[in-house]
C-alpha cells in the first residue's frame, strides 16, 4: 500500500477542495466515522462483532455452534433494567442462514436466547471440576429467616475453626520461604551448580566407556535387578556333564573309567595318523576303501 492509500485509510488525507469551513472530513464526505458499521444507525442500529457465550443448537438446521464462535450480529437496545440498559443482538448463523436474537439479562448477569436457537445444557459436577457451588434464589431467601442463617452461620464457624490450623501453618510456611528474597535465589542457584556439575561429570564417565549417552547414577533397585540376573556359561554345562558321567559310573572299579581312556587314546592316534599324511600329501582312507583292499588280497 502506497503512503497517499495508507493516508486515505487513516482519514488523514486532506483533498485540495476541503477547507476548515466544510468541518471534519466525514461531514465533508457525507459518510459516518465508522463507515459500514454504522449504516442502520439511524434505526438504532450499530454493526458490531459477537462472540457467542455458551454452546448452543442451531434452530435452523440442529447443528452446534460452538463457544466463541464470532459473528457480525446487530446491536440495539430493547429496554431498560432499572438504569441498566437491555441490549438485543441479531445475526444469521454460517451454516443455514438461519436468524438468531439473544439478549442481555442484567439481573441474572447473563446472556438469554430469544429466538433461532437453544442453548446446550451442560451439568458437572463442582467437585470434579473444582469449583465454588454458589447460592440459589431459593437459599438466598432462605437466609432471611434468622434461624437457618444462625445454623449455617455455626457450620460455617465449626468448618473454618477446622481448616484454621492448616491455613494458618500453610501461611507460616509461605513467609518463611518468602522472607528472604537473596537466600532463596542462592539456594536456587546453588543447586542449579550441583545440577550442572553432575551432568558434566556423568557426560564425562560415559565418555570414558565410549557410550554417546549421559548414564544415570546407580541405584540400589539397579543393582538388585543386575543380581537377579544369571547368564548360562559353559563351565556350569561341563561341571553338570562330569557330574553325571561320575553318577552313571560303578563304584566299585576304576574299569570304566581305564576303557574309557584306553578309547580316548587311540582315537587320538588315528586322527594324528590321519593329520600326517594328509600333510606328506596322501589321501584319508574311506570306509569304501578300506573294506576294498582285504578282497583283493584274498583273491590274490
Known amino acids: ?19 476548515p469551513k466544510k468541518g471534519s472530513l466525514n461531514k465533508f464526505r457525507g459518510q459516518h466515522a465508522l463507515r459500514e458499521r ?13 462472540e457467542m457465550p455458551f454452546n448452543i443448537w442451531c434452530g435452523g438446521c440442529e447443528s452446534m455452534i460452538a463457544k466463541g464462535v464470532r459473528f457480525n450480529a446487530e446491536k440495539k437496545q430493547v429496554g431498560n433494567y432499572y438504569s441498566t440498559k437491555i ?19 442484567p439481573k441474572n448477569c447473563a446472556y438469554v436466547i430469544i429466538s433461532g436457537a437453544q442453548k446446550k445444557t451442560e451439568d458437572y ?3 470434579d471440576a473444582e469449583t465454588l457451588v454458589l447460592p440459589v ?26 481448616a484454621e490450623p492448616l491455613l494458618v501453618r500453610l501461611q507460616r510456611v509461605s513467609d518463611t520461604r518468602h522472607s528472604d528474597d537473596y537466600a532463596m535465589n ?15 561429570e556423568e557426560e564425562a564417565a560415559a565418555k570414558k566407556v565410549g557410550l554417546g549417552i549421559r548414564l544415570l547414577p546407580p541405584s540400589t533397585e539397579d543393582a538388585a535387578t543386575a543380581a537377579s540376573v544369571k547368564f548360562a556359561h559353559k563351565f556350569d554345562k561341563n561341571r553338570r556333564d562330569k557330574r553325571a558321567m561320575i553318577y552313571s559310573g560303578s563304584i566299585f572299579g576304576s574299569s570304566g573309567s581305564s576303557k574309557h ?8 592316534k588315528i586322527n594324528a595318523s590321519a593329520a600326517s599324511k594328509l600333510l606328506v600329501g596322501g589321501f584319508k582312507p574311506s570306509s ?13
Open 1 to 19: 500500500m502506497s503512503s497517499l492509500a495508507a493516508a486515505r485509510a487513516d482519514n488523514f488525507y486532506y483533498p485540495p477542495e476541503w477547507s
Open 38 to 50: 454504522a449504516r442502520k444507525i439511524d434505526q438504532g442500529i450499530l454493526i458490531i462483532r459477537f
Open 87 to 105: 441490549w438485543s443482538f441479531s445475526m444469521k448463523s454460517a451454516c443455514c442462514k438461519h436468524e438468531i436474537v439473544i439478549q442481555t439479562d
Open 125 to 127: 459436577d463442582a467437585e
Open 137 to 162: 434464589d431459593e437459599d438466598k431467601s432462605k437466609l432471611v429467616d434468622p434461624f437457618y442463617r444462625l445454623e449455617h452461620q455455626e457450620e460455617d464457624l465449626k468448618k473454618k475453626k477446622k
Open 186 to 200: 542462592k539456594a536456587l542457584r546453588a543447586t542449579l551448580r550441583g545440577q550442572k556439575k553432575r551432568v558434566a
Open 261 to 268: 581312556s584306553e578309547l580316548e587314546s587311540k582315537r587320538r
Open 288 to 300: 569304501w576303501s578300506e573294506a576294498t583292499v582285504p578282497s583283493k588280497k584274498r583273491r590274490v
